[in-house]
């Protein structure tokens, strides 16, 4: 697969739709910094498997709703 | 800005600090040992671990993944240009004296060796950070 392949993802309307959530929030939850949700949000970082799960998780949604590939 | 950003900002300030009072320094003196001394200032960049300890210590996420992955390629940088900056040091002075030529080192040149290989590590490792934090995936 090229490099130049991004993941498309939802974050920013899923937060917005759970009671406007904050980035701090959901990095908190997410258990990473809230940098790496503006970098994931800006699309400038793809993220790992297990933090595209456990993203998805604090949306109670599964990981094909949150995130896609970007062709 | 992520800690370890701040931590790369610190370094490369520590950095221009102690080549702006060495370089001046060296050139007044006529590049004279002693002026080596204050390559000393750098040790300062040791500091850049207490840089965070606040929000580490609120209990919020301070490192993860993606810093993990800047981290990596940004050691990967200061140790390749390191290794890179070695091999030309020792091999063009080979081409150039030739590899009979009678070379006396002073003993000083051994330790400022390890300062000097730990300002291009360091100062590359910070830069290539910063610039990484700026730019797009890491992945």
Redesign the interface.
Known sequence: MPDSV?IKNKIRRLRFDHDEMTQQEL??LA???R??IV?LEA??????L??AFRIAKTFGMPIESVFELDQ | MNTQEKRAWFILAVLAATLAVYLPLAFVTGFHVASLGVTGVFGLAGAAPLIGRREKAAGKPTFDERDSEIEKAATLAGYSIFWLALVLGIMVPFFILGPNAPVTIPMYVFPMLLVFASMIIFGIRALVTVVLYRRGSHA
């Open positions: 991004q990095a908190n258990g990473v910094t940098q790496t970098a699309g400038r970082y793809n993220p790992s297990l933090l």
